[in-house]
C-alpha cells in the first residue's frame, strides 16, 4: 500500500510540475491577451493547428508564412517539412511557443482546453477558425483564414472556386432514389464498435455523398451494442485508412453484428483516406465525388 502511495504521490507531482511549467511558461510572454481578433497584425509567423487549416494556407498561396503545423496537418506533402507541435487535441503550450510564432490559427476543438487557455493568455494572437461539416462551413473557414492573414481577396476568389465545385459535386447524387445505408466505424477495439452519430465530420460527409447515415438518435461517436448495429441494417461500413491501428477486413465482417447487416453479407467496406475524408477543407469536394463513386458507382453523374 505504500508503494500505491508514492506512486500516486509522484504521479500527482509530476503532472503538478508539468501544469506549473506551461504557466510559468505562458508568464514569460509579455501580458495582455489578444483573444478576440480577426485579423493578424503580424502574420508573418504563424503556426497552423488543424489539417484543414494547413491545407487553406496552402491553397491561398500563403505557405510561407506557416513556421509550424500540427500532427493532423499531413497534406500537402511540403507541410510536412514544417516542425510538428503535436496533435490538436493533446497541444503543450510549450510546443506551441517554441517555434516563436507571431500567431495561431487554430480550428474550433483544439485542445486540451487548460493548454488553449494558457495560449490565449499569451500576447500572441490566437484566432479559433469554427467547424461546421457542410458546404457552408468549408466556405467560411477559408474566408476567416483568408481574412486573418490580411488575403480577402485571395479568399474570395479560393471560396468561390470551391463553392462551385462543391455545389457541382452535390449534383451527381440528385438523380439517385434508393440511398445507401452508411455505417461510418471509428474503430473497434475489444469487438466494441464506436459508430458516428449526428453533428459528425463522417455524417456531414455521408450526407453529402448522398448516403443515409444508418444509426441516429445520438451526437458524437458513440459505442454500439450489437443489438443496435444489427437494427441500423447498414448497407455499406465507411472506415478511415492511415488513421490509428489498421483492422482487417476479415476482422471487421468477423464481427457477428456486422455480419447480420445487408454490408456485412455483401461484405461491402469503403476505406478513404481518414484526413481527405474528414477534413472538410479544400479537397472536400474531391472526397465527396469518390465516396459517392464507391456508394453509387456508374450513377453519379459528372
Known amino acids: 500500500m505504500r508503494s500505491v502511495s508514492r506512486l500516486s504521490a509522484l504521479r500527482g507531482s509530476i503532472i503538478g510540475s508539468a501544469i506549473g511549467l506551461s504557466l510559468a511558461f505562458a508568464a514569460m510572454q509579455p501580458a495582455g491577451a489578444t483573444e478576440g481578433v480577426s485579423v493578424f497584425a503580424d502574420p508573418s509567423k504563424i503556426a497552423a493547428i488543424g489539417g484543414s487549416i494547413t491545407e487553406i494556407v496552402y491553397a491561398l498561396g500563403e505557405e510561407k508564412r506557416l513556421v509550424a503545423r500540427d500532427s493532423s496537418s499531413l497534406y ?21 511557443l517554441s517555434v516563436n510564432p507571431t500567431a495561431i490559427l487554430a480550428l474550433h476543438g483544439s485542445g486540451p482546453k487548460e493548454a488553449v487557455d494558457v495560449l490565449k493568455k499569451t500576447s500572441i494572437p490566437f484566432i479559433e477558425v469554427p467547424e461546421q461539416y457542410n458546404r457552408e462551413g468549408i466556405l467560411q473557414k477559408v ?7 490580411g488575403v480577402e481577396a485571395k479568399a474570395e476568389v479560393l471560396a468561390k472556386a470551391l463553392d462551385a465545385k462543391l455545389t457541382a459535386a452535390k449534383k451527381q447524387t440528385e438523380s439517385i432514389k434508393e440511398r445507401k445505408r452508411v455505417l461510418f466505424v471509428l474503430s473497434m477495439q475489444g469487438g466494441k464498435i464506436m459508430a458516428a452519430g449526428s453533428d459528425t465530420a463522417a455524417n456531414g460527409m455521408v ?18 451494442s450489437d443489438e443496435a448495429i444489427v437494427t441500423a441494417r447498414p448497407d455499406v461500413i465507411l472506415m478511415m485508412s492511415n488513421a490509428g491501428p489498421p483492422v482487417s477486413d476479415d476482422e471487421v465482417f468477423g464481427n457477428p453484428s456486422i455480419a447480420s447487416t445487408p454490408a456485412g453479407t455483401a461484405r461491402k467496406l469503403i476505406r478513404i483516406d481518414g484526413a481527405y475524408l474528414l477534413g472538410f477543407g479544400p479537397r472536400t469536394a474531391d472526397a465527396i465525388h469518390d465516396l459517392a463513386v464507391s456508394l453509387y458507382g456508374a450513377q453519379v453523374t459528372d
Open 76 to 96: 500537402p506533402k511540403a507541410a510536412l517539412e514544417l516542425p510538428d507541435v503535436g496533435y490538436m487535441r493533446q497541444l503543450s503550450p510549450e510546443g506551441v
Open 143 to 149: 474566408r476567416i483564414v483568408g481574412k486573418a492573414l
Open 207 to 224: 450526407k453529402l455523398a448522398g448516403g443515409v447515415n444508418a444509426v441516429e438518435g445520438f451526437s458524437g461517436y458513440k459505442q454500439m
